[in-house]
């Protein structure tokens, strides 16, 4: 039994760690493409803001080479040295990619307000219709790459794959930005490129707290919430044998959830009987709930009055 728990854990992190790979492949190969088609654009066209864009895009394939290297660090077996394996390595990728999504709204934002306490608006160059049509394909290519990361990061619950999705919407953002930008300089406001600029900075801030928060919270014992809770304990109590719960703990651990449960049982009962009860409360929460990696139950005598 033991034996078929590893097989099953090992090939469902084999299952875990191919998904990623495959997103993050797709995710390096449209970036690369995005970035060297919104360079050419902004040189031909003489868009500065095109050419920020196209170094973001350039950064996000580095976030994903980070992905890659967490996913894959997270996905190795336990040793002697992390016997409960080496989920958290995730975390720490996610964490690495707040960062690179914080200090990108920074320099975003600083550059936005910048340019608007300077005050010389007549010094920036008016882009060509080229920047126009290289931001809206960027706009369209990003929100697609958001939507299928998200959908993948969700299928496997993947903290550092999810932070990669939200990447490629803040350059999606970034890319209104430069949309609104260009057409508004085009019209004769070239302000409002900076002006978008600071709401774009607003919003890749707030998703990079929210990266943060998430893989903290999976970093230091966070219980799960109370609807998770709540169904587990359904889970043990629905055993005829369990006279009620003392305790129940949980904690997430990476993307795995560990349980910690007491349960009552007949004072009168034999050990082994006692054993085989705890053994079925285990095997049910397992069953129930794929993403719990570990579970102890511990068994507390209860006098019965007979009847």
Request: hydrophobic residues 45%; charged residues 20%.
């Amino acid at each position: 039994m033991e034996e078929n728990k590893v097989m099953k854990e090992k090939s469902s992190e084999e299952q875990f760690q191919k998904v990623a790979n495959h997103v993050s492949l797709v995710s390096i190969i449209g970036n690369v493409a995005l970035s060297l088609m919104k360079l050419l654009a902004g040189i031909v066209a003489h868009s500065n803001a095109m050419i920020s864009d196209a170094i973001h895009s350039a950064s996000d394939v580095f976030s994903t080479i980070i992905v890659i290297i967490g996913i894959r660090l997270a996905s190795k077996e336990s040793d002697k040295e992390h016997p409960y394996g080496h989920e958290r390595l995730e975390c720490v990728a996610a964490i690495v990619l707040a960062m690179v999504l914080l200090i990108t709204g920074i320099g975003i934002g600083y550059t936005a307000l910048h340019n608007i306490l300077k005050g010389n608006y007549g010094e920036l160059s008016i882009p060509g219709i080229l920047a126009l049509v290289a931001a809206i394909v960027s706009i369209i290519s990003k929100e697609a790459m958001y939507w299928y990361t998200r959908f993948y990061a969700k299928k496997i619950d993947s903290s550092a794959l999810m932070a990669d999705a939200w990447h490629h919407r803040s350059d999606a953002f970034s890319s209104v930005g430069a949309l609104i930008g260009i057409a508004g300089a085009r019209l004769g406001f070239p302000i409002m490129d900076s002006i978008a600029s600071l709401v774009i900075f607003v919003f890749i801030v707030k998703a990079a707290y929210d990266i943060f928060k998430d893989a903290v919270d999976k970093m230091v014992d966070h219980s799960c919430d109370e609807q998770t809770e709540k169904q587990i304990y359904e889970c043990v109590i629905q055993n005829k044998d369990v006279l009620g719960v003392d305790l129940l703990q949980t904690r997430i651990f990476g993307n795995k959830i560990y349980v910690d449960v007491e349960i009552e049982v007949n004072a009168s009962y034999p050990l082994r009987e006692a054993h085989n009860i705890a053994e079925c409360v285990h095997n049910d929460i397992e069953k129930t709930f794929p993403k719990v990696k570990h579970i102890m139950v511990h068994v507390n005598p209860k006098e019965v009055e007979e009847s």
